[in-house]
């Protein structure tokens, strides 16, 4: 173990030794003590893009953290139990629709608004990666059950995170659960796991085919994966080492939502000469390339994250997406306060 695990991990007793008994020794079934402290935010690493910038100084407070993303047989339950209907299930609202599209788009035809959700599809080729259009696809039927289409299942995929849920399904499942999504700052101070100042989740070493850390892209994207990881999309939850507290999969596999809005210049609003403390994010979201779209966080990175394309599977990196979509590299966890 390094030094700083080692002092990571002293920290994580530190605090737990001044929590009631009940709160250290039992935390909510399938979620992690998280102790709190301060931290660098934001990288410069090489890899990194201008909305990881400036690093900056935050402190969050003690919280729990789903030890994993929120599998398919977990939102099944929440199904059952409330008979929730997920955005992807549902007829497309033109009058949301065209509020993030530009003033005199025609409405699109009626089959154009069935129920489905943005599906991946390799190309088989070599293509430019500036137009995402060229391996994502409207697919009419795919949901949360059917993640690649109507003929697809999630039967042999229990313990797979869900996805194809929009923010607004992670939010009621988060109400139903009795639990909330995490804001970015407590998701990147989860993620780094009590490593300071490290570009991965697992510390520096460098991204491994013979032991792979993390379900990402291997190969040429998005015409190849040689699957050395194991998978082409998702891959069970707790398949890879869990990080230095205890989570699994803070590092690929699937983007996970998070609570705040998504501003590209969020960090260079914050005033660096001072500790940002438990930041909910902006009050409203900003991005010049999408300026009608309002967009909620994600984190972490998918399956799809490849050095040649986006290497969001940092724990610096940082997505928005609108909250009303979909997709089959996204799922989200959830948090508890410590009381």
Excluded at 135 to 153: I, K, L, M, Y
Excluded at 267 to 284: C, W
Excluded at 314 to 334: E, K, L, N, Q
Aim: hydrophobic share 35%; charged share 25%; with cysteine.
């Amino acid at each position: 173990m390094s030094k700083k695990s080692l002092a990571a991990l002293t920290c994580s007793m530190l605090f737990i030794s001044h929590v009631s008994g009940d709160e250290a020794s039992k935390p909510p079934a399938g979620m992690v003590l998280i102790p709190g402290g301060t931290f660098l935010m934001g990288s410069d690493h090489p890899l990194s893009r201008p909305d990881e910038r400036p690093r900056h100084q935050v402190k969050v407070d003690a919280f729990y953290l789903d030890e994993t993303e929120v599998t398919n047989l977990q939102f099944k339950k929440f199904i059952d139990a409330t008979g929730y209907v997920t955005t992807a299930e549902r007829p497309v609202n033109w009058e949301e629709l065209k509020k993030q599209v530009p003033p005199g788009t025609p409405k699109p035809p009626a089959e154009a608004l069935l129920p489905g959700s943005m599906v991946f599809q390799s190309p088989g080729r070599t293509v430019p990666l500036n137009d995402i259009r060229r391996w994502w696809r409207w697919t009419h039927g795919a949901d949360w059950q059917h993640p690649e289409g109507p003929e697809s299942s999630i039967k042999d995929r229990m313990d797979h995170p869900v996805i194809q849920v929009s923010w607004d399904d992670a939010q009621a499942y988060c109400k139903w659960a009795k639990k909330r999504l995490p804001t970015e700052a407590e998701w990147e101070f989860a993620a780094r796991g009590g490593l300071e100042d490290k570009p991965f989740v697992w510390g520096d070493a460098p991204l491994s085919n013979e032991t792979p850390q993390a379900n990402i892209w291997q190969g040429k994207f998005p015409a190849q994966n040689t699957k050395q990881d194991g998978y082409v999309r998702t891959a069970p939850v707790k398949n890879y080492a869990a990080n230095g507290y205890g989570l699994y999969d803070m590092s690929g596999n699937v983007w996970e939502w998070c609570s705040d809005w998504y501003r590209l210049d969020t960090y260079a609003l914050r005033d660096a000469s001072k500790v940002t403390v438990n930041p909910a994010g902006p009050d409203k979201p900003f991005d010049p390339r999408r300026p009608l779209m309002p967009q909620r966080l994600q984190r972490g990175g998918s399956f799809l994250c490849n050095d040649t394309y986006c290497s969001s599977y940092r724990p610096a990196a940082r997505m928005g997406c609108s909250p009303d979509t979909g997709m089959s590299h996204v799922g989200f966890r959830c948090v508890m306060p410590v009381k």
